[in-house]
Nanobody, 121 residues
Framework: QVQLVESGGGLVQPGGSLRLSCAAS????????VAWFRQAPGKERELVGF???????NIIHSVEGRFTFSRDNAKNTAYLQMLNLKPEDTAVYYCNAGESDDSGVYYPKYWGQGTQVTVSS
């Protein structure tokens, strides 16, 4: 079992930045890939991207160049750095510990509780 706790969400103006953290406990964090999902009101939950146990990242086109995935296994924490935020980025953001295969597909397993990101003037 892996327990995940997200933090760092909040209200930010368009063009602003936020850094989300995903702190893990309960198991060996370093062997898992970590993904970030988001869900806006009225929309399906969307995979934003993920970082593998070896540090390889995969990210959707709409946030490429603005969002960066990283992890610090010594701190059992993964991060999502978000720059140049746009109103359409508004959503509840969830981290997830899981697995990725050789084709770049992510398989979710353990969920955090989510943190709200609101981008508004």
């Amino acid at each position: 079992q892996v327990q995940l706790v997200e933090s760092g969400g909040g209200l930010v103006q368009p063009g602003g930045s936020l850094r989300l953290s995903c702190a893990a406990s309960g198991s060996i964090f370093s062997i898992y890939a970590v993904a970030w999902f988001r869900q806006a009101p009225g929309k399906e939950r969307e995979l934003v991207g993920f970082i593998t146990d070896s540090g390889t990242t995969n990210i959707i086109h709409s946030v490429e160049g603005r969002f960066t995935f990283s992890r610090d296994n010594a701190k059992n924490t993964a991060y999502l750095q978000m720059l140049n935020l746009k109103p359409e980025d508004t959503a509840v953001y969830y981290c997830n510990a899981g697995e990725s295969d050789d084709s770049g597909v992510y398989y979710p397993k353990y969920w955090g509780q989510g943190t709200q990101v609101t981008v508004s003037s």
